[in-house]
T-cell receptor
């Protein structure tokens, strides 16, 4: 009963183009979402977050979009760089238990030079 | 720069043995989390501490798993009578524990292998 799903295990993109990573969730109580990036042999590092009162949050090359009615969020990276190659996890939590995060299974992004 | 540290980085044990995994959070972070990550999966929540107390231990899979944080800083995850299915990467994270600031800082993890 995975509540956060990332259905694409991998994605390959050319340098300079847009990378779009997708995430779906099933729990309508989720109201806070984060994206993490993970390099090999390191722990995940925080990338960007969004609360359910917004539908978009932007930070430099990274933008997260939230579609509450579809229970879907996406991470856009523009322009993609080879250093962005990593595994990306989305995570979600519900307001009454905001410190308990549910993670997706991750998408491995490969940005080709 | 003191991030979250975890020791050991690798632990190989035999089925039935007892293991302890240690986590040193970022100084001043009141919240501490343990996750388990199996191959090809995302981190799976185990337990969350706010200060010294376990605020939510609903992710611990069974009573062989136990975690403590006696002084509100370092935490130890303890696994009794290990089974081969316990083999995974165990991640620790810490945060300020405030609502709406969910950024968690992860350590590099301890890879546990049960033979």
């Amino acid at each position: 009963d995975q509540q956060v799903k990332q259905n694409s295990p991998s994605l390959s993109v050319q340098e300079g183009r847009i990378s779009i990573l997708n995430c779906d969730y099933t729990n309508s109580m989720f109201d806070y979402f984060l994206w993490y990036k993970k390099y090999p042999a390191e722990g995940p590092t925080f990338l960007i977050s969004i609360s359910s009162i917004k539908d978009k949050n932007e930070d430099g090359r990274f933008t997260v979009f939230l579609n509450k009615s579809a229970k879907h969020l996406s991470l856009h990276i523009v322009p993609s760089q080879p250093g962005d190659s990593a595994v990306y996890f989305c995570a979600a939590s519900a307001g009454d238990n905001f410190n308990k995060f549910y993670f997706g299974s991750g998408t491995k992004l490969n940005v080709k030079p | 720069g003191a991030g979250v540290s975890q020791t050991p980085s690798n632990k190989v044990t035999e089925k039935g043995k007892y293991v302890e995994l240690r986590c040193d959070p970022i100084s001043g972070h009141t919240a501490l989390y343990w996750y388990r990550q199996s191959l090809g999966q995302g981190p799976e929540f185990l337990i969350y501490f706010q200060g010294t107390g376990a605020a939510d231990d609903s992710g611990l899979p069974n009573d062989r798993f136990f975690a403590v944080r006696p002084e509100g800083s370092v935490s130890t995850l303890k696994i009794q009578r290990t089974e081969r299915g316990d083999s995974a990467m165990y991640l620790c994270a810490s945060s300020l524990g405030l609502a709406g600031t969910g950024e968690q800082f992860f350590g590099p993890g301890t890879r546990l292998t049960v033979l």
